[in-house]
């Protein structure tokens, strides 16, 4: 591989970064507008107008449908929330008390129990409850923390969805433009080779991101229906706070499924413990049997290579990199199936 492909590969990586981060706005708002054009493109073909009108027309509609969603789905999340969070000091009442009636319990049986073995008994029983304390204080600080981080960064989102939305009718309306531009940069006989790997760009981004929202939807249609089952309450809100987590591949549903049935056992409920396990096994034979196949089919590329660019691109950028990782794997393949870059290793004798 010569110095220039090196170089080259770097500067890709690079901009890679800055549009995941900085340029993220911008890099939706243009996902968003190559996913409208074959509607603009009819619109312009049916309706007999121009590029300017049909465009604003499916861009209104699909800001339209966004904000409508957003608003039912923030009303609906930030009510039961605000139950939820007007309910949490009943619920460690009940935790507390649940406790206290156990350690009465307990005190009578250590009476019976030689003094040593009595004292090593309360000793590791008082060390567990001041753990399963500290726990529970430190995830309410942490979900205060994060309501009060959202709130900070309000200004900041409002900046962000709003250049978002403008963007889009932006690249709507100067896409064909925009393509012509790009594919100027290049040599005339590599023209045809790009639009190659465009094509295949395409189809692989738009299978990936098909492929992760059928994955949520999966498992918030799972989660919901088991909290629905075992009497769960703000179910939406709950499921919704389960398919956040378990888009980051370090944790997933079991980082909330498991714990809170530990929770549920120790407080006596059972019921409930016994059923978050099934429903996280349930989830997590369901995952394992679907995942690789929609990956495969959708993206064009091995669960194996989908995982472990997920997990190494979170490893070094963070979250960015649960898309930046993909997304590098996915450009090497539709620039090698057309032939623009090959790596091959040649050992010497």
Request: glycine residues 6%.
């Amino acid at each position: 591989m010569s110095l220039k492909t090196v170089l080259i590969m770097v500067l890709s990586l690079a901009f890679l970064y800055a549009l995941f981060t900085v340029g993220a706005p911008f890099l939706l708002a243009i996902v968003i507008a190559i996913f409208l054009e074959p509607a603009i493109s009819l619109l312009m073909a049916k309706g007999r107008m121009n590029r300017l009108a049909a465009s604003t027309i499916i861009c209104s509609l699909f800001t339209l449908v966004m904000l409508g969603l957003s608003y039912w789905l923030g009303v609906k999340v930030i009510s039961e929330t605000i139950d939820f969070m007007k309910n949490a000091p009943a619920y460690f009442n009940e935790a507390n008390a649940y406790v206290q009636q156990t350690m009465e319990r307990t005190q009578l049986f250590y009476n019976s129990m030689p003094p040593e073995l009595a004292e090593q008994a309360q000793t590791w029983l008082e060390t567990m409850l001041k753990t399963l304390t500290d726990t529970l204080n430190s995830i309410v600080r942490s979900i205060s923390g994060y309501f009060f981080n959202i709130a900070v960064k309000i200004p900041n989102l409002f900046i962000f969805f709003t250049v978002f939305f403008v963007s889009i009718y932006l690249f709507s309306m100067n896409l064909t433009r925009l393509k012509a531009s790009f594919l100027s940069l290049f040599h005339e006989q590599s023209v045809e080779k790009v639009e190659k790997v465009l094509v295949n760009l395409r189809k692989a981004i738009f299978g990936f991101i098909f492929s992760q929202a059928i994955m949520s939807a999966l498992t918030y249609v799972l989660v919901f229906c088991g909290f629905a089952l075992l009497g769960v309450s703000f179910p939406l809100a709950l499921s919704l706070l389960v398919v956040a987590v378990d888009i980051l591949p370090v944790l997933g549903v079991g980082s909330v499924l498991i714990p809170w049935a530990i929770y549920s056992y120790i407080v006596g409920d059972s019921y409930l413990g016994t059923g978050l396990v099934i429903m996280f096994l349930v989830i997590l034979v369901v995952r394992r049997v679907v995942e690789p196949k929609v990956l495969g089919n959708a993206v064009g590329i091995s669960a194996l290579s989908a995982l472990v660019s997920l997990y190494v691109g979170y490893k070094i950028v963070g979250v960015v990199g649960l898309f930046l990782g993909p997304i590098v794997v996915i450009v090497y393949e539709a620039m090698r199936k057309v032939g623009l870059l090959s790596i091959k290793i040649k050992l010497e004798d």
